[in-house]
């Protein structure tokens, strides 16, 4: 099993849908949890890290639930430039410091 | 305040040549990472420093990759020889506390990298 796994997509939604992804880690020891979008042939950029107690930005919702160990990002009212891969990313304790895994990305691609 | 700097953007080398990636993180961030990212997948983390000792190295193929970071800011990814598998986009990120690693890391744009 891998330590990070997201929905494989791809996501294709009309504009104005609401999408939804999910992330798994394996590790439940794990501290920080983030979500990062990567647009084609760029660097990965920080969309919003993700609190225990949820949290939200704009149409842009994290959910964090360490009991079934996966993290969650909603997307509303979905734009044309929201099309992208979205990357999960979880910080795990490690001897020295900490740990960081990638998830493989989910892509999601918004139509007219 | 300025991003990480990376150089080259682009390199193309034969197999078994070497080639030499550079980093400077942001300003006063501790913590430095590559990853390597093959197409279609998420980035793989190779090396982590913090200021300029090793914190894991664990997936970085020691025969044939090194990294320092020297003084505690920039640092060097070094492949020697490098193969065709090795093709990929080379990314370096920093953040700014050591520890927990509850700052978000902060990306360059990435070397990409093609072994002919």
């Known amino acids: 099993r891998k330590e990070v796994e997201q929905d494989p997509g791809p996501f294709n939604v009309p504009e104005g849908a609401t999408v939804a992804f999910n992330c798994t880690y394996s590790?439940?020891?794990?501290?920080?949890f983030f979500w990062y979008r990567q647009d084609c042939r760029k660097e990965p950029k920080l969309l919003m890290s993700?609190?225990?107690s949820g949290n939200e930005d704009g149409r842009f919702t994290a959910q964090l639930n360490r009991a079934s160990q996966y993290i969650s990002l909603l997307i509303r009212d979905s734009k044309l430039s929201d099309s992208a891969t979205y990357l999960c990313?979880?910080?795990?304790?490690?001897?020295?410091?900490?740990?960081?895994?990638f998830g493989a990305g989910t892509r999601l691609f918004v139509k007219a | 305040e300025a991003g990480v700097a990376q150089s080259p953007r682009y390199k193309i080398i034969e197999k078994r040549q070497s080639v030499a990636f550079w980093c400077n993180p942001i300003?006063?961030?501790?913590?430095l990472y590559w990853y390597q990212q093959i197409l279609g997948q998420g980035p793989k983390l190779l090396i982590q420093?913090?200021?300029?000792?090793?914190?894991?190295d664990s997936q970085l193929p020691k025969d044939r990759f090194s990294a320092e970071r020297l003084k505690g800011v920039d640092s060097t990814l070094k492949i020697q020889p490098a193969k065709l598998e090795d093709s990929a986009v080379y990314l370096c990120?920093?953040?700014?506390?050591?520890?927990?690693?509850?700052?978000?890391?902060?990306f360059g744009d990435g070397t990409r990298l093609s072994i002919l």
């Open positions: 990120a920093s953040s700014l506390e050591p520890g927990q690693g509850r700052q978000p890391q902060h």
């Open positions: 590790n439940s020891a794990s501290q920080s």
């Open positions: 993700v609190y225990s």
């Open positions: 990313v979880v910080n795990m304790g490690n001897t020295g410091g900490f740990k960081t895994i």
């Open positions: 300003s006063g961030h501790a913590t």
């Open positions: 420093f913090q200021n300029n000792g090793v914190v894991d």
